[in-house]
């Protein structure tokens, strides 16, 4: 059996002897890295778990302050009519605030196509036109025809010249008159209701005003509504 050479020996015992000692410095450095990991680990899960929470409240609340403007928001009301008549435009700036009843019917009413064609039946100078249709009703026929040869003409805010109205509405009514004043009228306070009035054209109604009548103010040659269109803005 070979001897093993004492040179060989010192050898093998260095090459069993265990791993040297780790300093603490490493070690600390080790310890803050895995901290510094795990923190950020959970930073990283807190945020991700609370966003969709988040988002999803926020979501919410845009959806309500939408759902709410959507019910509060109204659809636009026009705000002007445009009569077209044989002689001329006449435009009417509509009072919707102070007769919305009166105004959401006559708009309906337009929007059907209702006036094309109608005539202006009554026309009394230096007092009123009326067109629209009457339905045989001859209460406004008896009315502005005392109303013309009694009336004291005064200055009123509310039925100065140029003023469109309509009598008062009978629910079993479907029929729709149309006045346009072409003077102060006070007189018509218990008669009209003005839902309107004209703002260009008054050469129009002004024209109109000065036909040929029949002893009981019908125009001798019809002059009629072709149509009235409706506009948000001009």
């Known amino acids: 059996m070979a001897r093993i050479k004492p040179q060989q020996l010192l050898m093998q015992s260095k090459k069993k002897r265990g791993p040297s000692r780790t300093s603490i410095p490493a ?64 435009t009417m700036e509509l009072y919707k605030d102070a007769t919305s009843d009166v105004v959401e019917k006559f708009l309906e009413l337009c929007k059907k196509g209702h006036f094309k064609g109608m005539l202006f039946h009554h026309v009394i100078k230096n007092y009123v036109i009326q067109g629209g249709d009457s339905q045989g009703d001859t209460a ?49 306070n218990e008669k009209l209701l003005i839902f309107g009035r004209v703002i260009k054209g008054e050469d129009v109604v002004q024209e109109i005003e000065e036909v040929d009548t029949d002893e009981h103010y019908k125009p001798k040659s019809p002059v009629g509504i072709v149509d009235i269109s409706l506009k948000q803005d001009l």
Do not use: C
């Open 27 to 90: 070690i600390l450095i080790g310890a803050l890295f895995a901290l510094f990991l795990v923190l950020s680990l959970m930073g990283t899960y807190r945020h991700w778990h609370n966003r969709p929470k988040s988002q999803e409240g926020m979501d919410l609340a845009n959806f309500e302050r939408s759902d709410l403007t959507t019910q509060t928001k109204k659809p636009s009301v026009p705000k002007y009519a445009i009569i077209e008549t044989g002689k001329g435009s006449i």
């Open 140 to 188: 406004p026929q008896d009315w502005i025809l005392n109303g013309k040869s009694s009336a004291k003409v005064t200055t009123s805010p509310k039925h100065e010249a140029f003023m469109i109205g309509t009598t008062k509405l009978n629910p079993n009514r479907k029929g729709f008159d149309l006045f346009i004043t072409t003077a102060p009228i006070p007189d018509l």
